[in-house]
């Protein structure tokens, strides 16, 4: 028996990897663009469509990031949103442990799940620094290395929430004139260090019970969590060797905590570019990778990393020679990419232009490339089946580089081979993602 | 005056009387399904209501502050109203959608960011409702403010949320988004605004994460007969609504001390929109539905000074009838039981308002255009008067 192959789609966000120069490019905000996006996706058979969220404007050498997209609307807003235009594709969505206060993001999940019949991911990210909170009511209180001990507070609290009401607590039997099957139904109490609250939860029992938990976190912490806490982990990890590498740590951390392998599915982000021939689809592959990395978005990717600024240099010409400023305060704020070794990542990339007589651009190009398949449907469908049976991921979350048409091509193209390999449904089994995803809790 | 006699409902639940959900047509168990809300919007969608607003708390009681209690017979749990009215944005066309929000335990970026990101989905029919609340068990469900010390305090918090969101709303410009090839870049930046808001309970920094919504502003009304008359402070209700908000909902009789709130706070926008607030149960029967409901909850419900009216649709009209001379703008009715009288507005009511030249055929447009208030100006684009 194979395994199946899971599959999502990130709708396109705020990296440079989203192509809005393109002829083809449409609105990142028409509600229009999400609604084709997961429909084509549900198409597809997905297992579930994710947005990531945003708190605060990039910013970089202090003036808001201009060169990517910028905007997009509340996430949440937008699946539940979507759950009038879908039927069985699940609808995963970010909500930071940090910014947000339990009561109310766990309300938001179980909402979602109510509303969409059982179809609820969420995705939990710690970010935690002051320049974000400066949006909020209690700015930049957290510690960065306490993040992750408020994010298992936040989940664990969300937990006993949605377990504060049962199954059967709303029989709202109108002749005997009960609504609840008991008078406490949702009261709860949590007193931790850093989230201590009680009461009554107003959200009845949903339908997954716990809506479906997804990681990202790729620390040893983070790493940790997801082993005790996730049902998903969104990876960076998407070639096959580190994919495997990191799959056999990350399982093997389950059974500390009396979870199978199969209770945590592990998705790498990918990008897939198909074509007739190969040699047709490397070309288009290059092109893409091309307009993602423009000359200007070369040079702030170099000052992400320098810290200083290097508008002076020509990205087709060679690296700077100047040295990293490590002493300054951060170029760029508000991003999830964090240089702790500027020194030596200037280093590698210097070995790298060097090495391979690349300008700035094309080394840009060359090491901010994520993992991808890149070819016919044929050779995609059978690396996507090799990675997932060989263990190096259960699936992946692709993300497309054009809003909303970037996913059509895989589904048109590849689908049908996944399907005629039987590693991916050719309709929806259950109604829930839980229950999709093989999940049980 | 808006030139147009303005109809809403307010949904909560299986309705306003806390029986609501043993009436025959109730449907107490889907309560928390989708299918429930699209058709109670679905319907007044279809049958031209100008908004509906969908009630909302941190509690799994009643939205009126009083908190949670141990009854059994009565409808506990709500879904996040903001979210509800999202759910039915894709499935409406013409109708104004406008959830509360309990703002003195949230996240005022959130709440703009939510309600812009509504006004997107619904191609600018958001409106915006923010309740206080005194409630120690909302604010032990939070526990990051505590408990307000007054009505005063609470509305005071409120304001300054409601103009954290308008300059979040306005720290776009409008044609901030250039897309420009030739240069790279996606915006022009000097289109974005930071908002630096600054006050007793919390500070935010902008612009916003969403490009400005269709209506510039989505609507913000206010509750007098709501949560502020629950916490026993109307002076500071009507405070907040001339100086923060675009519409209130009030008792019929309270238009002067709405204009003279507006005249002792010098308010600067246009008047605000009155809509008298009116429980209904409608039909011939109504008396008897709404006395067997007392009786099943054992007795009339504390309503305060709420204006209730059981009786046949045309009844309600002549009452009606009287109030754009009286000053008011319109009326928000609340269905006693929601699958009887929210069906009895739509089939009996409006054709009948119709009738007498009341209320015109149903309109499109943005909620503000329904309500004939102008899309505000952006306080930060050239020119803008600051």
């Known amino acids: ?441 | 005056m808006t030139g147009r006699f303005v109809v809403a409902a307010g949904l909560d639940g299986a309705g306003w009387h806390p029986a609501a959900w043993r009436a025959a047509s109730a449907r107490p168990a889907e309560l928390f399904t989708a299918r429930y809300w699209a058709d109670l919007a679905g319907l007044a969608d279809r049958g031209g209501l100008d908004f509906v607003t969908i009630d909302d708390a941190l509690t799994a009681g009643p939205a009126d502050g009083r908190g949670s209690d141990q009854r059994v017979d009565r409808v506990r749990g709500r879904l996040d109203a903001v979210q509800i009215a999202a759910r039915v944005a894709p499935i409406t066309t013409r109708v104004g959608l406008v959830p509360a929000t309990v703002v003195t335990h949230t996240e005022p970026f959130h709440a703009a960011s939510a309600v812009s990101t509504l006004d997107h989905l619904s191609g600018g029919r958001a409106g915006w409702l923010p309740r206080i609340s005194l409630d120690p068990t909302e604010a032990g469900h939070v526990n990051v403010r505590g408990v307000p010390a007054s009505a005063g305090e609470a509305y005071a918090e409120a304001a300054d949320a409601v103009e954290v969101a308008r300059r979040l709303w306005d720290s776009w410009e409008d044609d901030a988004v250039i897309r420009d090839v030739a240069t790279g870049r996606f915006v022009d930046r000097d289109k974005l605004h930071p908002v630096d808001f600054e006050g007793p309970f919390f500070s935010v920094k902008g612009p916003s994460i969403v490009p400005r919504p269709p209506q510039g502003q989505p609507l913000v009304a206010a509750d007098l007969a709501g949560a502020g008359a629950a916490a026993g402070d109307g002076a500071a209700a009507l405070r907040f609504a001339a100086t923060a908000c675009d519409l209130v909902f009030a008792a019929p009789g309270d238009v002067a001390a709405v204009r003279a709130a507006e005249a002792q706070q010098r308010r600067a926008a246009p008047p605000l929109v009155v809509l008298a607030d009116v429980v209904v149960f409608l039909g011939t029967g109504a008396a008897a539905t709404r006395a067997r409901l007392d009786e099943l909850d054992g007795g009339p419900p504390a309503g305060g000074d709420t204006a209730v009216f059981a009786g046949p649709a045309a009844g309600l009209a002549d009452l009606v009838e009287a109030w754009p001379r009286a000053g008011l703008d319109g009326v928000r009715l609340y269905p006693g039981v929601v699958t009887d009288d929210l069906p009895a507005i739509v089939d009996d009511l409006l054709p009948e308002l119709r009738r007498r030249g009341i209320v015109g055929a149903p309109a499109g447009g943005t909620l503000r255009e329904r309500l004939g208030l102008a899309r505000p100006p952006n306080r930060y684009a050239p020119g803008a008067r600051r």
């Open chain 1, 1 to 441: 028996m194979k395994k199946p192959v899971v599959l999502a789609v990130h709708f396109p966000g705020v990296n440079n990897t989203t192509v809005w120069s393109a002829p083809d490019s449409g609105s990142q905000m028409a509600f229009a663009s999400f609604a084709h996006m997961a429909r084509k996706a549900e198409e597809g058979c997905f297992d579930f469509f994710f947005l990531a969220e945003g708190l605060r404007l990039r910013e970089h050498r202090g003036r808001l990031h201009d060169l990517d997209v910028v905007g997009r609307p509340d996430s949440f807003m937008v699946l539940t949103a979507l759950a009038a235009v879908t039927d069985r594709i699940g609808l995963a969505g970010t909500l930071n442990s940090t910014f947000h206060e339990p009561y109310e993001l766990a309300r938001q999940l179980a909402t979602l799940d109510h509303l969409s019949g059982g179809r609820a991911a969420w995705n939990v990210v710690t970010s935690c620094d002051a320049f974000t909170g400066a949006n909020f009511r209690r700015g930049g209180y957290l510690d960065h290395a306490r993040r992750y001990d408020r994010a298992r507070e936040v989940l664990g609290t969300a937990r006993r929430l949605w377990d504060s009401w049962r199954a059967g607590d709303v029989v709202a039997d109108k002749e005997r004139g009960r609504f609840l099957a008991r008078p406490d139904a949702g009261a709860f109490a949590y007193h931790g260090e850093l989230v201590d609250i009680a009461g009554r939860f107003n959200v009845p029992r949903c339908p997954q019970g716990h809506p479906v938990i997804i990681q990202a976190g790729d620390s040893d912490p983070g790493r940790e969590l997801a082993a005790a806490t996730a049902d998903v982990v969104f990876s960076q990890h998407s070639s096959y060797e580190d994919g495997r590498r990191f799959s056999a740590d990350v399982k093997g951390r389950l059974g500390r905590y009396g979870r199978s392998p199969q209770s945590l599915k592990i998705l790498p982000a990918a990008t897939v570019v198909v074509a007739d021939s190969d040699e047709e689809a490397r070309e288009r592959a290059s092109s893409i990778r091309r307009r993602q990395v423009s000359g200007p978005t070369a040079i702030n990717f170099l000052e992400q990393v320098w810290n200083r600024d290097l508008s002076a240099y020509d990205p087709d010409g060679p690296l700077p020679d100047v040295d990293p400023d490590v002493e300054a305060p951060a170029l760029a704020q508000g991003r999830a990419m964090r240089f702790d070794d500027r020194r030596g990542v200037a280093q590698r990339w210097r070995e790298v232009a060097a090495a391979r007589k690349l300008s700035i651009r094309e080394l840009v190009i060359e090491v901010t490339g994520r993992g991808g398949f890149v070819g016919t449907p044929q050779q995609v469908a059978a690396e996507i089946d090799r990675f997932v049976q060989d263990d190096a991921c259960d699936g992946f979350i692709f993300i497309p580089h054009l809003t909303p048409h970037g996913l059509d091509d895989f589904v048109d193209r590849v689908v049908p081979l996944l399907q005629e390999r039987g590693v991916l449904r050719t309709r929806y089994e259950h109604p829930t993602l839980r229950e999709n995803l093989g999940l049980v809790h």
